[in-house]
């Protein structure tokens, strides 16, 4: 097998897409107009979440791919694992149409990807962010004392 795509193509092309459409699957915005709700409300919108995971577990094993990335590296490995791993839960809650399983499952991931990018990849915090977009994230956040973007602080939805 020879792999097509380096990591960083990869990341960009499969994997961050596919993370993003999971993680903004559900959610809420509560602001002056009360609390709004977003979740999957049709079938087509749960198979999207649903694909999205499939994209993301497939990934872990994409990773793996000798020539890509670390392959030959014991933790790279089990990031990549663990990803795959997380990705089978993230189906799971998606095929329950559950939006607290997405939710949570979602906050997983996100744990997952960016304990990856720490050893791997540290000038970033997000798998979508830039290091300026991180010096100004890191910036808001201590100014705030929490989450910048004014979620949960989880990188989920």
């Known amino acids: ?25 559900v959610g809420w915005i509560i602001d002056a107009e009360g609390e709004t709700y977003i979740r999957p409300r049709s079938a087509e919108e749960w ?55 997405v939710f949570d499952v979602g906050a997983e991931v996100y ?6 990018h720490a050893a791997y990849s540290p000038e970033i915090l997000r798998p979508n962010q830039t290091t300026g977009e991180m010096e100004t994230t890191e910036a808001a956040t201590t100014a705030t004392g929490g989450a910048a973007d004014g979620g949960s602080g989880d990188g989920g939805p």
């Not at 097998?1 to 990591?7: K, L, Y």
């Not at 744990?111 to 990856?116: G, L, N, P």
């Open 1 to 25: 097998m020879v792999p097509v795509a380096d990591v960083s193509t990869l990341m960009f092309t499969v994997i961050e897409p596919a993370a993003e459409t999971y993680w903004d699957a």
């Open 47 to 101: 198979e999207i979440v649903r694909n999205a995971a499939f994209q993301i577990t497939e990934s872990g094993n994409l990773l793996k791919v000798k020539g890509r990335g670390g392959a030959d590296d014991g933790a790279w490995m089990a990031y990549s694992a663990a990803l795959t791993d997380i990705g089978l839960r993230a189906i799971e809650a998606a095929e329950a149409e559950d939006p607290q399983a």
């Open 111 to 116: 744990f997952v990807c960016t304990s990856c």
